[in-house]
């Protein structure tokens, strides 16, 4: 029995590892049960990306994996060695906003603002992918991103916005 | 808040290396792939094992390659696999109408053909499941869909199964002690709980489906456009000659039992007929007759009975080459996209 607990405590070790996010490589340690979504507000006070349902249904966690959007509550932190992840906290560039979230304030299409780091990071990936979308493309990027507060209409005419914007800039 | 239970975590490079950690590990290993289906699974812990062997890095099965047959690598997330132009449509449109881009991003093919089966009972939180005694498929003894039934009815919930079978694609399995080929239907059990035909040691690997010109389509039933699990999912695929005589037929349905399954007589009826009206509506009566749907998935069990014959009539009549975007949009709220794949 003893042995049994001590092996146990063995096996039971933190992993270390280097992630990068928004950019930057951080050395970080954790427990290899942690997710992404854990392992970003829990280790790396990273809290911009939010908690919602935690099984993958309401797009509240999503960040960009490698430059796609992906559910950060379903994917284990441990996986994420030597990819490129970017959450909320990285679009703004200094004191600059970044036009989808200048467009998401300016337009109201942040009310409770729950879910708004999700819509941001599935927005960017989206403009980055398609300069242009039609409203059509715009409203099936957004759809496992639920928002509770706006109706969508508002969200789908930021992101049409910091399309304008970004390529008027480009 | 919802934690993943404790495990330990292995991350081969190759098959044959993670085929050797699988027999070695026993049942307390699981694969991980996209994890989109396993995670929120162990969070409400239906599934604890002590090994998750992760298969990202494993080499060769992202690939897509274009012999006699197209073969696809089981790690290719369903993104990759809607987006591929020389995937047949069937297959794409199955891809395309899986859960949210997000998950499509994550999940992949051979993910989704081993997706574990459904019910309002068992996809509950454990607390939840406590608070009824649990049920047959997991900690329990009875299933509280059918009281009298021994056998455990969750339901398949994967899209791109019948879009596949129809297509009569083949799935190859590797094992510690070497691999098979068998046919796509022939991977499937109708238990609940013992679903797959693959064994505990085996990987499957590469989805292989023939390439025989065939044209194909698949018609999903679920309450949202943008999400949800098929309550109904219609695959057909045929041969025509030029002046549209049927020469070969294949409907398969998902989310209709506990495994996804092909009509044989639904196919066999239609081949060496023109798709009239009539014939549509008689091999669509012959498809749904054998879709048993139990009271344990969203929305209410006579209709989607009822509709089983509309959703077999649609696809076929989309075979045909009638412009159904409409009802695509109505029923589905999804349009097959160009370019291809771009749902």
């Given at each position: 029995?003893?042995?049994?607990?001590?092996?146990?405590?063995?096996?039971?070790?933190?992993?270390?590892?280097?992630?990068?996010?928004?950019?930057?490589?951080?050395?970080v340690s954790f427990p290899p049960y942690k997710t992404l979504l854990e392992v970003l507000r829990e280790d790396l006070g990273l809290t911009g990306t939010k908690h919602g349902c935690e099984l993958g249904e309401c797009g509240a966690c999503a960040v960009l994996v490698d430059g796609e959007p992906q559910l950060a509550c379903l994917v284990l932190g441990l996986e994420c060695e030597g990819r490129s992840v970017e959450t909320v906290e990285g679009l703004a560039q200094g004191g600059t906003l970044h036009p989808l979230q200048a467009a998401f304030a300016d337009l109201g299409a942040a009310q409770c603002g729950y879910c708004t780091p999700g819509m941001l990071m599935t927005a960017k990936?989206?403009?980055?992918?398609?300069?242009?979308?039609?409203?059509?493309?715009?409203?099936?990027?957004?759809?496992?991103?639920?928002?509770?507060?706006?109706?969508?209409?508002?969200?789908?005419?930021?992101i049409e916005a910091a399309a304008r914007a970004m390529r008027e800039r480009a | 808040m919802m934690r993943l239970p404790w495990?330990?975590?292995?991350?081969?490079?190759?098959?044959?290396?993670?085929?050797?950690?699988?027999?070695?590990?026993?049942?307390?290993?699981?694969?991980?792939a996209g994890g989109t289906d396993l995670l929120p699974n162990m969070k409400r812990r239906h599934q604890t094992p002590r090994l998750l062997v992760c298969l990202r890095r494993v080499e060769g099965l992202r690939k897509v390659s274009n012999g006699a047959a197209l073969t696809l690598g089981a790690g290719l997330t369903l993104t990759e696999v809607l987006r591929e132009p020389r995937i047949p449509a069937g297959l794409r449109q199955a891809a395309a109408q899986v859960a949210t881009v997000h998950l499509r991003n994550m999940g992949t093919?051979?993910?989704?053909?081993?997706?574990?089966?459904?019910?309002?009972?068992?996809?509950?939180?454990?607390?939840?499941?406590?608070?009824?005694?649990?049920?047959?498929?997991?900690?329990?003894?009875?299933?509280?869909?059918?009281?009298?039934?021994?056998?455990?009815?969750?339901?398949?919930?994967?899209?791109?199964?019948?879009?596949?079978?129809?297509?009569?694609?083949?799935?190859?399995?590797?094992?510690?002690?070497?691999e098979r080929e068998i046919a796509l239907e022939d991977l499937y059990r109708n238990d609940g709980i013992d679903y797959?035909?693959?064994?505990?040691?085996?990987?499957?690997?590469?989805?292989?489906?023939?390439?025989?010109?065939?044209?194909?389509?698949?018609?999903?039933?679920?309450?949202?456009?943008?999400?949800?699990?098929?309550?109904?999912?219609?695959?057909?695929?045929?041969?025509?000659?030029?002046d549209g005589t049927v020469l070969e037929a294949r409907i398969a349905l998902g989310a209709a039992a506990s495994r996804p399954f092909l009509v044989e007589k639904a196919g066999a009826f239609l081949a060496e007929k023109k798709l009239t009206d009539e014939v549509i509506a008689e091999a669509a009566a012959i498809a749904a007759s054998r879709a048993k749907p139990m009271d344990n998935t969203d929305l209410d069990l006579?209709?989607?009975?009822?509709?089983?014959?509309?959703?077999?009539?649609?696809?076929?009549?989309?075979?045909?080459?009638?412009?159904?975007?409409?009802?695509?949009?109505?029923?589905?709220?999804?349009?097959?996209?160009?370019?291809?794949?771009?749902?």
């Open positions: 029995m003893g042995a049994a607990r001590g092996r146990e405590a063995l096996l039971r070790r933190n992993v270390q590892l280097r992630l990068h996010v928004n950019g930057e490589a951080v050395e990936a989206l403009l980055e992918r398609e300069p242009a979308p039609s409203r059509e493309r715009i409203r099936e990027a957004i759809s496992g991103n639920l928002c509770r507060c706006t109706g969508y209409a508002q969200i789908v005419e930021a | 495990f330990e975590c292995r991350a081969p490079r190759t098959v044959a290396e993670a085929a050797a950690i699988l027999a070695a590990e026993g049942p307390e290993a699981m694969l991980l093919l051979g993910g989704n053909l081993c997706l574990d089966t459904r019910c309002t009972y068992y996809n509950q939180t454990y607390e939840w499941r406590r608070a009824i005694g649990f049920c047959l498929k997991k900690d329990g003894e009875i299933c509280w869909v059918a009281t009298a039934s021994k056998r455990c009815v969750a339901v398949s919930s994967t899209d791109t199964a019948p879009a596949l079978i129809a297509l009569g694609a083949r799935v190859r399995l590797v094992g510690a002690a070497g797959l035909a693959r064994r505990p040691d085996e990987l499957l690997t590469e989805v292989i489906v023939p390439d025989r010109g065939w044209r194909s389509t698949y018609w999903k039933l679920r309450r949202r456009g943008a999400f949800d699990f098929p309550v109904l999912g219609v695959a057909a695929a045929a041969r025509f000659a030029p006579y209709w989607r009975k009822d509709v089983a014959d509309d959703f077999v009539g649609y696809a076929l009549r989309d075979l045909r080459g009638d412009d159904m975007r409409a009802v695509r949009l109505r029923t589905a709220r999804y349009l097959p996209g160009e370019p291809p794949g771009l749902s």
